[in-house]
């Protein structure tokens, strides 16, 4: 054979693509049993030499990025993203719009005080916002400048860090998002993964060790203008509003700044590999965020992996587990994850998905907010209540159109339940919209004549959107409910072959 044949010979396979979907912690027993699951008649990767495969590579580092964000492309841009997003203003009161009159000035000052290594940032306003399970979320709201010289940050930053993150993380992600976790959540307990540890890390992002995060970062970036940058603006300092005075920031990263994600991602990729590294074939890890869920084929697989677990986050990153609310179950008894509940039917055995209680009172409580009883509204006669008139009513027609965009938009999300129900999934819940439309319209609540008047086919001549009638649209192919990327709402990667579970 010539030379050259035998080289064109020997790149066969090389480059080329295998669509696959991979379940990494499989034994090799079981990646054979599945290989016609997983391939898709694609030819294989071809396997690198011994002798590269255990060639030591050079840790390559980013010495100069600190002109990179101050360059003023790169903070008009960011500037246009912190517009886009808009936002409350923080503790000088500078909104968007007063920031937008002058904002070339503006981004020119900022890109020389940065430059000039003289820009600060200010102390973020604390906002404290209710949680959909009870309770209060802290938010960290920093001034429309400091947003801009974070998002400047993050638009230099991800793709450097986007290159070393863990398939195992979904949060804050380009092309990543809830769907495909919960993609993965979904194989995962259909390929006999029933033992899960649904684990809840305490008060994250208050608890963030600032030492640690810049260790993260420093692998990565050698940049002494950006890490102290960072420190900058992890240690800006919180007021409360009641209060007015500064608080120092020792610990954490607020949420409600653009850099706030990335870094928690940063954060937590020692804890996705060392889990992936250390455990291959018995436990699978799923994290969106500070939420994550462990998976096993037994229970002392699984308590063997909390243990683990505990061991990374409360030893080497400082964290604490919540003791309430982690917990080893089995899919059986069921799990909730990222608004979906998750069991087994004890009447069928059938895997359910649902969405779970806290995401129904969310639900309910949206639903009230959009659809208001006037103080002031007289209880309506039947006979004045007429197609005619209901369609020529101004305020239902805004309330309805209100009421459709959350029930798009909601369905979007949680169509890919595992209902018991199939033909109507979501049959209680337009019931309960239904119902505050008629109270809307009548002053009224609970059953009447307004429910033999406003009827189902009534409410629909009004252009009330079902979300059964949703589901149906979808699965018939004739609809489908749009979704921006990593947003609730888009469609899950099923097929990706970068999703993968383990």
């Known amino acids: 054979m010539s030379k050259r044949a035998a080289k064109n010979n020997s790149n066969i396979g090389v480059g080329q693509p295998a669509l696959q979907i991979v379940f990494p912690f499989f034994t090799e027993e079981e990646t054979r049993h599945t290989a016609g699951e997983t391939e898709v008649n694609e030819p294989p990767a071809s396997t690198p030499s011994s002798s590269i495969r255990h060639k030591p590579e050079r840790k390559r580092k980013w010495y100069s990025l600190i002109d990179k964000v101050y360059a003023l492309p790169n903070l008009w841009e960011a500037w246009i993203r912190v517009k886009t997003n808009r936002g409350a203003p923080g503790i000088d009161k500078m909104t968007i719009a007063r920031f937008n009159e002058d904002a070339y000035a503006r981004i020119e000052q900022l890109a020389s005080d ?149 870094l928690a991602n940063i954060y937590l990729h020692a804890f996705d590999t060392q889990i992936a590294a250390t455990r291959p074939g018995q436990c699978g890890l799923v994290r969106y965020a500070d939420d994550f869920v462990l998976f096993a084929k037994s ?21 604490t587990m919540h003791p309430e609310k982690t917990r080893v179950v089995s899919v059986a008894e069921g799990f909730e994850f990222l608004g979906f509940h998750y069991f087994r039917d004890p009447r069928t055995n059938a895997l359910v998905k649902e969405v779970r209680r806290k995401s129904v009172l969310r639900f309910r409580e949206v639903i009230r907010s959009r659809t208001p009883r006037l103080k002031t509204q007289r209880r309506v006669k039947a006979k004045h209540v007429t197609l005619p008139r209901l369609r020529s009513n101004q305020r239902l027609g805004d309330i309805i159109a209100s009421v459709n965009r959350q029930l798009r938009g909601w369905h979007g999300y949680f169509h890919a339940v595992w209902s018991r129900y199939p033909a109507s999934p979501f049959c209680n819940f337009d019931g309960y919209v239904r119902g505050r439309i008629r109270s809307s319209i009548t002053g009224r609540i609970g059953h009447g004549w307004w429910d033999v008047r406003l009827s189902n086919r009534v409410l629909a001549e009004l252009g009330l959107v079902s979300l059964d009638t949703l589901q149906s649209k979808r699965y018939a192919g004739s609809s489908a409910t749009p979704a921006r990327k990593g947003k609730p709402g888009g469609e899950p990667y099923a097929g990706n072959p970068h999703v993968r579970f383990g």
Do not use: M
């Open 299 to 319: 229970e002392e697989a699984a308590r063997e992996a909390l243990s683990f677990a505990r061991e990374i986050l409360e030893g080497e990153l400082s964290l």
């Open 114 to 262: 940065l430059k000039q290594r003289t820009y600060r940032p200010q102390p973020v306003r604390r906002k404290l916002i209710p949680k959909s399970g009870g309770g209060q979320r802290p938010l960290g709201i920093p001034t429309v400048r400091d947003r801009i010289v974070q998002q400047a940050l993050l638009q230099i930053l991800e793709p450097i860090f986007e290159a070393k993150f863990s398939d195992r993380s979904h949060g804050f992600r380009k092309e990543r998002g809830c769907s495909t976790a919960l993609s993965v959540v979904d194989r995962a307990v259909k390929h006999g993964y029933t033992w899960v540890v649904d684990a809840d890390i305490r008060a994250f992002f208050d608890t963030v060790d600032h030492e640690k995060l810049l260790k993260a970062v420093g692998e990565e970036v050698a940049d002494g203008s950006v890490l102290n940058l960072i420190t900058h603006i992890l240690k800006a300092g919180l007021v409360e509003p009641s209060v007015g005075e500064v608080e120092p920031t020792e610990l954490g990263t607020p949420q409600g700044g653009p850099l706030s994600p990335l």
